[in-house]
């Protein structure tokens, strides 16, 4: 063990029984009423615990949300790190810039209002998430290997992600774009930018 450092202490069965009540209970809530219509208070009472249960362990909605994703978020790297080609390793970057695009669609399109609220709780929210690095790292370096220069594919990857965010898509979504034009869309986007 490092000096000065304290090991991170077990979470107790009786907290991590809170955790899964809280989280279970707000997935419920957020499907029948959506994300806007369901209040912390009502999270706790469907969950049988106290407001300030809720509070200490996700802070405010938006925390709660990104607990829910953060099994999904898990998903979609481990496919990107270990799974097949073309949204895993093997493939050129190319093919998998519009799998991880395609893939990601589909991860913000199971649950938009809960990725918006994640990505818009406050100000440059959206760039403070720990996937989101994620994302931008993989996209950074699959345009590398394409031949783009390291300062230039930074740039690139965040403009592969801009529209990718969840009020984008929704926006495009309630104008009447369907959601397979939307994949076919932004795949050929990632294609086109990654390839040159």
């Not at 270990?82 to 893939?103: I, Q, S, V």
Request: charged share 20%.
């Amino acid at each position: 063990m490092e000096l000065g450092r304290v090991p991170a202490r077990p979470e107790r069965a009786d907290a991590a029984r809170n955790r899964r009540r809280i989280l279970d209970a707000a997935e419920r809530l957020f499907a029948e009423h959506g994300v806007d219509g369901v209040s912390l208070d009502a999270v706790a009472a469907e969950a049988g615990v106290g407001k300030g249960t809720v509070f200490r362990r996700f802070g405010d909605k938006s925390g709660l949300a990104a607990a829910l994703l953060d099994q999904r978020e898990r998903e979609l790297q481990r496919a990107m790190l270990d799974g097949p080609p073309p949204l895993g390793p093997g493939a050129p970057p190319a093919e998998r810039a519009a799998a991880f695009t395609r893939a990601y669609l589909d991860y913000v399109l199971a649950a938009p209002e809960l990725v918006r609220m994640s990505e818009t709780a406050s100000p440059g929210a959206r760039y403070r998430l720990g996937a989101f690095g994620f994302w931008h790292t993989h996209l950074r370096v699959l345009l590398t290997e394409a031949g783009h220069p390291p300062a230039l594919a930074s740039v690139l990857a965040h403009a592969l992600l801009a529209p990718l965010a969840a009020e984008h898509l929704l926006a495009q979504l309630s104008a009447g774009t369907s959601r397979a034009v939307l994949c076919a869309g932004l795949g050929r986007h990632a294609e086109l930018v990654v390839g040159g």
